[in-house]
């Protein structure tokens, strides 16, 4: 699992593959349609779709002449489960940073009461 989840990461690290999985959201595509709006060959977007496609990020199935590209949005539930794991964590600790910083609060309260009585 963390594997897939380590090629996934690096696989969407460069923007114009972050773009192309952006792009497929919205429907599958050929490789001259994932090209059209970047200053790179065809060859370039070939390799860059090969980079997704080991990672589990996106197919290519054929239609005729045509060899559309997928996107597997399964893969997503994998990053969001390892995401949504730290996610809490990190609550949990900013939670009990709360409550430190609330009894803090709490315990210098009394104190500035004091201050304020005495110097009526």
Known sequence: ????LSRVFS???????????????VGDAGVNELAEPYDVSVQAVSKHLKV????????RTRQAQRRPVHLE??????MTKWIERYRRRAEE?????????????????PEKDDERGASR
């Open 73 to 78: 949005a399964e893969v997503f539930d994998l």
């Open 93 to 109: 600790r900013y939670r009990r940073l709360d409550d430190v910083l609330a009894e803090m609060d709490t315990e210098q309260t």
């Open 52 to 59: 997704l496609e080991e990672a589990g990020l996106v197919s």
């Open 1 to 4: 699992m963390d594997d897939q």
């Open 11 to 25: 696989a969407l690290a460069d923007p114009i593959r972050r773009d192309m999985v952006a792009r497929l959201a």
